[in-house]
T-cell receptor
Framework: DAEITQSPRHKITETGRQVTLACHQT?????MFWYRQDLGHGLRLIHY???????NKGEVSDGYSVSRSNTEDLPLTLESAASSQTSVYFC??????????FGEGSRLTVL | DAKTTQPTSMDCAEGRAANLPCNHS???????VYWYRQIHSQGPQYIIH???NNETNEMASLIITEDRKSSTLILPHATLRDTAVYYC???????????FGTGTRLKVLA
C-alpha cells in the first residue's frame, strides 16, 4: 500500500544545530506540504511544493527551508535550530483529488 | 484565502448524531470545503469534502448552505472513537494550499 513516512519520529537537538526532517511518500503525488503543530495554534503551513524543483513559502517559513529533487521526497531543514522551533512537524501529500494524506509526525525538541 | 471559524469544543452523547458547524463567510465560488480530524497526536485524517452540494460517505455527511457561507459535518452515530479535533478548511480550486484553523475538539461521552 502507498504511504507517507517521516523520520526521525523523535529528535532532541541543541540550539544552533542544523536539523533535517525527512518525508517520503509512495503515492506518486505532485503536491507535498510541511506543517508544524503547537498548542493553541493548530496546524500551520511552513513550506509546500507542487512538483520537482518547485517550492513555496507558507505562513511560518522563517528559519526553515525545503528542496524537491524528486517526486517522493521533501526534506525540511532547520538551518540553525532555535527553541521556538520545538514542535511537532507533519508532512503531507496530495494528488489531483485534493485529499491530503499525512505522515505520523516528527516531534522535535530544541534545547 | 478564505478563513474558517469553528467552535472551540463540543460534547456529544455516544450513539447520537454529532453536528459540527463551520463558518466560512468569505468563501468564493471556486473554493472547496474539506473536513479532517486528528485523533490524539496522530496525523490528521481526511473525512469528506464538497463544493456546493451536500455530500455523504461512509464516515460522515457534509451539509453546505445554499449561500455557501457555512457548513455542518454530521457524524450520524457518534462513538467514543470519534473523540478528536475536527478541522474545517477551504481549498481554492486549482491550488493545493490548505490553511488549517484551530478546529473543534469533539468529546463523545459514554
Amino acid at each position: 500500500d502507498a504511504e507517507i513516512t517521516q523520520s526521525p519520529r523523535h529528535k532532541i537537538t541543541e540550539t544552533g544545530r542544523q536539523v533535517t526532517l525527512a518525508c517520503h511518500q509512495t503515492w506518486n503525488h505532485n503536491n507535498m506540504f510541511w506543517y508544524r503543530q503547537d498548542l493553541g495554534h493548530g496546524l500551520r503551513l511552513i513550506h509546500y511544493s507542487y512538483g520537482v524543483q518547485d517550492t513555496n513559502k507558507g505562513e511560518v517559513s522563517d528559519g526553515y527551508s525545503v528542496s524537491r529533487s524528486n517526486t517522493e521526497d521533501l526534506p525540511l531543514t532547520l538551518e540553525s535550530a532555535a527553541s521556538s522551533q520545538t514542535s511537532v512537524y507533519f508532512c503531507a501529500s496530495s494528488g489531483d483529488t485534493g485529499e491530503l494524506f499525512f505522515g505520523e509526525g516528527s516531534r522535535l525538541t530544541v534545547l | 484565502d478564505a478563513k474558517t471559524t469553528q467552535p472551540t469544543s463540543m460534547d456529544c452523547a455516544e450513539g447520537r448524531a454529532a453536528n459540527l458547524p463551520c463558518n466560512h463567510s468569505t468563501i468564493s465560488g471556486n473554493e472547496y470545503v474539506y473536513w479532517y480530524r486528528q485523533i490524539h497526536s496522530q496525523g490528521p485524517q481526511y473525512i469528506i469534502h464538497g463544493l456546493k452540494n451536500n455530500e455523504t460517505n461512509e464516515m460522515a455527511s457534509l451539509i453546505i448552505t445554499e449561500d455557501r457561507k457555512s457548513s455542518t459535518l454530521i457524524l450520524p452515530h457518534a462513538t467514543l472513537r470519534d473523540t478528536a479535533v475536527y478541522y474545517c478548511i477551504v481549498r481554492v480550486e486549482g491550488t493545493y494550499k490548505y490553511i488549517f484553523g484551530t478546529g473543534t475538539r469533539l468529546k463523545v461521552l459514554a
